[in-house]
């Protein structure tokens, strides 16, 4: 079982930055990816950004690309979001996920932290 943790939510104005945190517990993530998606209001929850946290490895969302960084912490088990220029459409909860390298589907999952962005 992994159990995974988000803080760092709010409310920003439009342009203005947020970073996320995700900190992991229950399992060492080498074995692991470790993604953020988001569900606005009335939308499916949609992917956002992963890594692949033995080699840093990184994927991104083409509507977050050059605009979100995502980016762990092996010493604190904690995966970040970076969240620069903000718009208020990225307004949605915003998920932690974890996923086996060999999994298909993300199996764990945060509670959700909410990104409000006020234009």
């Known amino acids: 079982q992994v159990q995974l943790v988000e803080s760092g939510g709010g409310l920003v104005q439009a342009g203005g930055s947020l970073r996320l945190s995700c900190a992991a517990s229950?399992?060492?993530?080498?074995?692991?990816?470790m993604g953020w998606f988001r569900q606005a209001p009335g939308k499916e929850r949609a992917f956002v950004a992963s890594?692949?946290?033995?080699?840093?490895?990184?994927y991104y969302a083409d509507s977050v690309k050059d605009q979100f960084t995502i980016s762990r912490d092996d010493a604190k088990n904690t995966v970040y979001l970076q969240m620069n220029s903000l718009k208020p459409e990225d307004t949605a909860v915003y998920y932690c996920?974890?996923?086996?390298?060999?999994?298909?589907?993300?199996?764990?999952w945060g509670q959700g932290t909410q990104v409000t962005v006020s234009s």
């Open positions: 229950g399992r060492t993530l080498s074995n692991y990816f």
């Open positions: 890594i692949r946290w033995s080699a840093g490895t990184t």
């Open positions: 996920a974890a996923r086996t390298v060999v999994s298909l589907s993300y199996s764990y």
